[in-house]
């Protein structure tokens, strides 16, 4: 079993950043493939980014492209995604996942452990 806790949501200014951490539990973290998803009201959870095992691999979605860098620290069972040029639609829950294979790319589907999701709030 893995457990996810993420930590660093909160309010923040458009123009502003905000870093995401996300620590696991158990020592099988450096072999899983991780992701960032984030749910805004009334939307269906879309993907943000992922890290391959290794972090040789990222993906983003388009809407993040430039401005959001998922990393990992796997001697820290950690993963990051820092936010830069936030803007009002960021605005969501954040959630991170782990695929308990090497890479889970940007499929729902492929992730099977989930974090709580802190709240992300960007002000114009």
């Known amino acids: 079993q893995v457990q996810l806790v993420e930590s660093g949501g909160g309010l923040v200014q458009a123009g502003g950043s905000r870093r995401l951490s996300c620590a696991a539990s158990g020592r099988t973290f450096s072999s899983f493939g991780m992701g960032w998803f984030r749910q805004a009201p009334g939307k269906e959870r879309e993907f943000v980014a992922a890290i391959s095992w290794s972090g040789g691999r990222k993906d983003y979605a388009d809407s993040v492209k430039g401005r959001f860098t998922i990393s990992r620290d796997n001697a820290k069972n950690t993963v990051y995604l820092q936010m830069n040029s936030l803007k009002p639609e960021d605005t969501a829950v954040y959630y991170c996942?782990?695929?308990?294979?090497?890479?889970?790319?940007?499929?729902?589907?492929?992730?099977?452990?989930w974090g709580q999701g802190p709240q992300v709030t960007v002000s114009s």
């Open positions: 996942a782990a695929d308990r294979g090497y890479y889970g790319g940007s499929e729902i589907t492929s992730y099977t452990y």
